[in-house]
Each structure stands twice: as structure tokens, then as C-alpha cells.
């Protein structure tokens, strides 16, 4: 069974910058798994933020930014701000099927 | 814009099969490149993929469930549809269907089935 992971926890401070980072249990996260990422505050449904690799939606802030570093694809947040403080999920692409990262709780301190 | 909203039962009891339907605006699940696919998310845990339909009809399932789910569409009630057999409790979750054209790009609300006797 294919595992997608992610960092289960992150801290950051205010203005700070981050980047969270998703990897394969199949090997190397290449724009071919068409990485997405996701952001998730408490009670809320998922907002979409990046779609294959490092494309914005119109609505994602410029703060935020997608990439491949190394083997994994990665969400970079630079100057970040308190009410980016939430659960952040990627998801990859199998040939067919999509696999969600088991998500990363960002603490913004 | 685009909207959707799932809609189902909010509880159901073990071996029941669940129904849900996701009712859409703003797009037809006619338009190439187009789909719908369903995420659920069970209290307090991460999200999983489900399964997820394409304009031309293709369907495509989680490995893991495919035996359990069916997709289906219905683009002149701008309706998708999922069923899920065999329900256990661990299927309690929240429940999202969500458009598919730049990435999972536009999400429902969701909606909480509880799997209890």
C-alpha cells in the first residue's frame, strides 16, 4: 500500500518562513505525481492552495509557494502570518488513483 | 461560481450500504477535462481519497475501497453519486465531494455520517 508523509508537526514564528515537504513510499516525488496541497483549519473543509507542483489558485496568497526539493515535493511559506497557522495536506497522483499525505499541523509561536 | 454540496444519511447502521449525492452549480460534468471525486476524513484524522469521475465517464477508485464504492453521474441533475457497501463503524468520517479541473480545486462542505447500531 502506497504511503504518502508528511511532517506531523511544525512551528514557526510570525514573519518566519517554513516548508513543509511531502514524500513517496515508491521513491522520488517527481511533477509527475501532480502534487497538490491543501490547507485545513478546525472546522472547515479543505481549501485548495497549490495543484500540480507549483501552480496557484487564484486565491492562494503569494506567500505561499510550490516545488520540488530533492525527492519530495514541498510547500514553502515565506512571511508567515498567524492565520496561517492550520492542518496542511498534500496529495499525489498514482497513475489513476490520489493518495493524501497523513498531514502536517502548523503552529504559527 | 462553483458550489457543492453532499447530501445523505447522517447515520447508518453496520453492513448498511451508504448513499451519498453531490449536488453541483457553476459547471457541467459534461466539459472535457471535468470531475468529481469524493474525500472523507474521519473525526480528528487525516484525509483519504475515495474515488473520483471523469466527464467522459471514466471512473477511478481508491485501491483500497474499489471493492466497496461505486461512482456514478447523472450531468442532467448535475448530480455524482457514491455508495459505499458493507458499512463498519471505522467509516465514520466526514464525507466532501470535490471538483476536479485545476486539482481537487473546489470543495463541499462536507457531511458527517455516523456508523453505529
Known amino acids: 500500500q502506497t504511503v504518502v508523509t508528511q511532517e506531523p508537526s511544525l512551528t514557526v514564528s510570525p514573519g518566519g518562513t517554513v516548508t513543509l515537504t511531502c514524500a513517496s513510499s515508491t521513491g522520488a516525488v517527481t511533477s509527475g505525481y501532480y502534487p497538490n496541497w491543501f490547507q485545513q483549519k478546525p472546522g472547515q473543509a479543505p481549501r485548495a492552495l497549490i495543484y500540480?507542483?507549483?501552480n496557484k489558485h487564484s486565491w492562494t496568497p503569494a506567500r505561499f509557494s510550490g516545488s520540488l526539493l530533492g525527492a519530495k515535493a514541498a510547500l514553502t511559506l515565506s512571511g508567515v502570518q498567524p492565520e496561517d497557522e492550520a492542518e496542511y495536506y498534500c496529495l499525489l497522483y498514482y497513475g489513476g488513483a490520489w493518495v493524501f499525505g497523513g498531514g502536517t499541523k502548523l503552529t504559527v509561536l | 461560481q462553483i458550489t457543492l454540496k453532499e447530501s445523505g444519511p447522517t447515520l447508518v447502521k453496520p453492513t448498511q450500504t451508504l448513499t451519498l449525492t453531490c449536488t453541483f452549480s457553476g459547471f457541467s460534468l459534461s466539459t472535457s477535462g471535468v470531475g468529481v471525486g469524493w474525500i472523507r476524513q474521519p473525526p480528528g484524522k487525516a484525509l483519504e481519497w475515495l474515488a473520483l469521475i471523469y466527464w467522459d465517464d471514466d471512473k477511478r477508485y481508491s485501491p483500497s475501497l474499489k471493492s466497496r464504492l461505486t461512482i456514478t453521474k447523472d450531468t442532467s441533475k448535475n448530480q455524482v453519486v457514491l455508495i459505499m457497501t458493507n458499512m463498519d463503524p471505522v467509516d465514520t468520517a466526514t464525507y466532501y465531494c470535490?471538483?476536479?479541473?485545476?486539482?481537487?480545486?473546489?470543495w463541499g462542505q462536507g457531511t458527517l455520517v455516523t456508523v453505529s447500531s
Open positions: 500540480s507542483t507549483s
Open positions: 470535490a471538483h476536479k479541473k485545476s486539482g481537487l480545486d473546489y
